[in-house]
């Protein structure tokens, strides 16, 4: 059992809007930053936002990250069959004194 | 652009050690930005994070995995390494090498993995 609750799934038409989220407590997301990766299908995960908000060089504005207490929200505008892929949140954790990351969610575009 | 390129055994017999190397290339490992990782990921399964070292030595590991890991660097060679002991079927899995910035956190850039199979 992840340490960072995301759901197993999401799915959403093409040109739509999802969110995917990830819970965690004081101990990580409260007072981390939050990590979110990409894996594409038979791929190595990809950073696709890190400082809870930000996005690497290269990646389009329509993936975007915020953070709200214990919670992460990772959103996808504009979905592309392409989009299809798992993703994840990883963070650090304090009391742990270790990283984490969430179960992932796999995103299907309908 | 900085490389990754993990290397080592594929095959692993239960109770052996497994370990893996991953060597960093077109940068430098003695970088005090960076550190340097391990994550791994079983077949048809979410990223487990193992474990990370800087270029100091100091290292952190999976609570879960830590009595079985030793996670080195070797600045001379811009390399670091993964040790797990007494290997069951659970450790089956591709493992990745990767790197993460301090105070970020996020791995930014990942080796492309390598898959150990633990079997007799």
């Known amino acids: 059992q992840s340490v960072l609750t995301q759901p197993p799934s999401v799915s959403a038409a093409p040109g739509q809007k999802v969110t995917i989220s990830c819970s965690g407590s004081?101990?990580?997301?409260?007072?981390?930053?939050v990590s979110w990766y990409q894996q594409l299908p038979g791929t190595v995960p990809k950073l696709l936002i890190y400082?809870?908000?930000k996005r690497p060089s290269g990646i389009p504005d329509r993936f975007s990250g915020s953070k709200s207490g214990t919670s992460a929200t990772l959103g996808i505008t504009g979905l592309q069959t392409g989009d299809e892929a798992d993703y994840y949140c990883g963070t650090w954790d304090i009391g742990l004194h270790a990283g984490v990351f969430g179960g992932g969610t796999k995103l299907t575009v309908l | 652009q900085l490389r990754l390129q993990e290397s080592g055994p594929g095959l692993v017999k239960p109770s052996e050690t497994l370990s893996l190397t991953c060597t960093v290339s077109s940068g430098s490992i003695s970088s005090t930005t960076y550190y340097w990782g391990w994550v791994r990921q079983p077949p048809g399964k979410g990223l487990e994070w193992i474990g990370v070292v800087f270029s100091s030595g100091t290292t952190f590991y999976n609570p879960s995995l830590s009595s079985r890991l030793t996670i080195s660097v070797d600045t001379p060679r811009n390399r670091f390494s993964l040790e797990v002991t007494s290997v069951t079927a659970a450790d089956t899995a591709v493992y990745y090498c990767?790197?993460?910035?301090?105070?970020?956190?996020?791995?930014?850039?990942w080796g492309q993995g390598t898959m150990v199979t633990v079997s007799s």
């Open positions: 990767a790197r993460a910035e301090s105070g970020i956190d996020g791995f930014d850039i």
């Open positions: 400082e809870n908000d």
């Open positions: 004081s101990s990580n997301i409260g007072n981390k930053y």
